[in-house]
């Protein structure tokens, strides 16, 4: 019933930006933190970053911590992921996912997210 639909995806240059956005749907979006992962060809998915319920705690992956803003508008239930100074090696199919309502601990886990959305391709080159 839960759906989720990420979008801002394409083709960058390395050194520039990207916003990403994550489309909930359903009156309980505000109460779920959510998450943002990344998965690139023959590679394992990968925690990106994650924020609160409110919005008021985040999380990021060491490897990309000084380059991202998370952030999230419950009124509009959206979630956005904003990446600067993109690299080649950024490049992976991104997805927005949603954590578990539940007794079960973690932030960086993929298991920890029970809705997951389509995925949005990034691709950054030259």
């Known amino acids: 019933q839960v759906q989720l639909v990420e979008s801002g995806g394409g083709l960058v240059q390395p050194g520039e930006s990207l916003q990403l956005a994550c489309a909930g749907s359903g009156p309980t979006f505000s109460i779920n933190a959510m998450g943002w992962f990344r998965q690139a060809p023959g590679k394992e998915r990968e925690f990106v970053a994650a924020i609160s319920a409110s919005g008021e705690r985040t999380y990021y992956s060491d490897s990309m911590k000084d380059r991202l803003i998370i952030s999230r508008d419950n009124a509009a239930k959206v979630v956005y992921l904003q990446m600067n100074s993109l690299k080649v090696e950024d490049t992976a199919v991104y997805y927005c996912?949603?954590?578990?309502?539940?007794?079960?601990?973690?932030?960086?886990?993929?298991?920890?997210?029970?809705?997951w959305g389509q995925g949005t391709q990034v691709t950054v080159s030259s």
């Open positions: 996912a949603r954590r578990a309502r539940a007794l079960v601990q973690g932030t960086k886990e993929a298991s920890a997210y029970d809705v």
